[in-house]
């Protein structure tokens, strides 16, 4: 099985902390956002978040969500894309060498907030997927009401569902009641009716 980088791992859980199937979000005030960042070593612990940063967090996520997947025979949400775009150009990398034993790479700007580095170092997890090929990797389940992203194991990358046996039999399923509608159903016949 091919298991999914950090970076892939930590973008997997940025996006799923909505969640369509249940209407439920981890991150709608700014101290569940700086708890989930500090969950992940990105913030630290008890870290003031303001609601601009929510802000920027949520239209990042909405983004990325839009980026790994949309149902068939639509396009991404060309206002999500953008927003994200500009949550993003607030969130500046740059290049380091690395000091010592440390490796190099891209790293968040050292001007800005705990909070937008924090940001930053999702926007660089992102860039690492794609720089890599990997972020066609993570996907956005198919099935319209479950969403939930996934690492796809599969070797030519064609899985569509989170579950085949959840999600996957769904939307097989509808698809067959569509093609076979049920017969009609007779009307029931009272119990004294002759031909009984």
Known sequence: MLEA?????????????VDVELGTDELTTPPELGAWLAARDLLVPDSRVDPA?????????????EKLGVPVGTAPDPQ?????????RALPVVFVLGADEQPG???????LSSVHRALARLA??????????ESTRLKRCAEHG???????????RSRRWCSMRVCGN?????????????PPRSKAVPADHPGR
């Open 5 to 17: 980088p950090a970076s892939a791992v930590l973008i997997e859980a940025f996006v799923n902390t």
């Open 53 to 65: 940063d929510l802000d920027a967090a949520l239209r990042l996520r909405a983004g990325l969500r």
């Open 80 to 88: 999500s894309l953008r927003q994200a775009d500009e949550a993003l």
């Open 105 to 111: 790479g891209f790293a968040p700007s050292p001007e």
């Open 124 to 133: 660089i997890a992102w860039g690492e997927l794609v720089g890599t090929g």
């Open 146 to 156: 479950c969403a939930w992203v996934f690492w796809d194991v599969s070797k030519n």
């Open 170 to 182: 769904r939307t097989k399923a509808r698809r067959y009641a569509a093609k076979h509608p049920a």
